[in-house]
């Protein structure tokens, strides 16, 4: 098992350090009034892993010279969708979680109207922030083509998302098999962890370049494995260590990994799965080496 | 005043058989699982005017032989937003609203946890359609560039929306003048109003062309002429006419321009708004029959 080496956890300090500057850069663009604002601040900016606009990073650097701007603006795009659908997840009429990163939710804080509408506008802040000129500062222009991929991409991964959202509310308290199980994630997490990656790969490499179902296949599989982990953790971490929390799936029965085949199973799975996406990797040799540092971090990670 | 002669009618009408037809297409297109999926055909098809569409199409008809396809993807992605915020908006922690366009709202049918996920699937899906060829079936193809002016027009005005929802919100219950009640729905129901016509207006005319700020101006007044004659119908008409709760905005002490300047007053400033929005279709001439009809449609409207 991979354990989380320095150089690892400084490729994605960098990049969080990188995408929370980016964040706060593109929520001070928007003139929302309050208490909106805050509530959009609270759930963008209360911590997280950011690992979806890191993998997005790691992605474009495969290839030098890229049309930064654009990356950054999808990096903050798809952690804007993500915070969206935690602020929404964490409803009362969904997981009614009252804790979420060690911080009282958003509707805990702010009421649930506007956490709704917190959630509501941080979808189209995305959409927005992808067609805008953010960070553009060398007025390079947008090649509206790739731009259009991105939000391509983007909103089919957002639907996808609340596909699996349903998916998995149909499946609480039902058993439910791998194939069944690997729907719900590949839905609910793996599209827009994917989706991220995809949008970097579309902004510098172009369309029939074989690098691009490389970091698809890399994408499904580290989606999948991200998930698996996830669901090991809810049972191996404390609440304190996890920052929202724990053993909820198996109160709520929701189908895991760990219930369905095992904790060393599930966990022997997800190292089978980040097998699989460092073949996919392989394709890149040296040039992955951000890439190859996040997936080590999220296979190692405890929280 | 206005009234609805034949030909007004005949006008939307026919936009509205056009738009219903589109939009079981667009969510024919989708792979949704069950119950979401029947949810959000309940808060698409149990009716509406859709008078947002049809002002897009109208909008575009004012030149000929223009890429009809990308036209109505505008269409049906600027009503999946509105549909959207509708199912969000009765939500319980919001409105509270059981009954619309005379049907039992979206959370009273699927419970709130597939209400909210219906209304967010919405939102994403607008933008999936925007990007995708649907209708596209001469392969004409995208310009991207046009796509990508859609996406921030349609982006920028569901921000809004949620900026206007919350400045609503703010104001129940309190005394607010003239200023801040248009700022409210300029934002409320303004922006995706005059959405709908610059997402026509951009597919077929060129940025500097002389139709662009006409259109906007004829969108910003017809917009606001709407929201004053839903305040004004809110009053005078009956909940069965209406199809939703009337005198709603009453009860829960509501900004309204009747309340604000009587209701004969109210009545003088729609019809004053409506001669600012013709005088911007003026430029057009003749070209402009389709959005004339429909503006006087929406004036003399009952419901």
Do not use: W
């Not at 959009?40 to 997005?56: E, F």
Request: some cysteine; hydrophobic content about 45%.
């Amino acid at each position: 098992m991979s354990s989380i080496s320095p150089v690892n956890a400084d490729v994605l300090k960098q990049a969080q350090q990188r995408i929370q500057q980016d964040l706060l850069t593109a929520l001070a663009a928007f003139s929302i009034p309050e208490p909106l604002k805050a509530a959009v601040h609270h759930a963008v900016m209360l911590g997280g892993k950011r690992v979806r606009p890191a993998l997005c990073y790691a992605t474009a650097s495969l290839k030098p010279n890229h049309n930064f701007a654009a990356v950054r603006r999808a990096a903050v795009a798809v952690e804007l969708i993500h915070c969206y659908s935690l602020a929404h997840d964490d409803l009362p009429c969904m997981d009614n979680d009252l804790l979420r990163r060690g911080q009282p939710t958003c509707h805990v804080v702010f009421g649930e109207d506007t956490a709704l509408l917190a959630g509501d506008i941080l979808q189209s802040m995305a959409f927005e922030i992808l067609g805008s000129r953010l960070f553009d500062d060398q007025a390079q222009g947008t090649d509206a083509a790739i731009v259009l991929k991105q939000m391509q991409i983007l909103a089919t991964a957002s639907s996808k998302m609340v596909c699996g959202q349903v998916l998995d509310l149909q499946a609480e308290g039902k058993q439910v098999d791998q194939t069944e199980l690997e729907n719900i994630h590949r839905n609910k997490t793996g599209a827009l962890i994917q989706a991220a990656i995809m949008m970097g790969a579309v902004t510098v490499f172009t369309g029939t370049d074989p690098a691009i179902p490389k970091l698809r296949q890399f994408g499904q599989t580290i989606g999948l494995a991200f998930q698996v982990q996830d669901d090991i953790l809810d049972i191996t971490a404390s609440t304190e260590t996890l920052g929202k929390t724990a053993g909820k799936d198996e109160q709520v029965q929701k189908s895991t990994y760990p219930a369905l085949m095992g904790l060393e199973k599930a966990q022997a799975y997800a190292q089978n799965l980040h097998d699989q996406a460092f073949e996919a990797l392989a394709y890149f040799g040296d040039q992955a080496q951000e890439l190859t540092a996040i997936s080590h971090f999220l296979l190692a990670r405890k929280s």
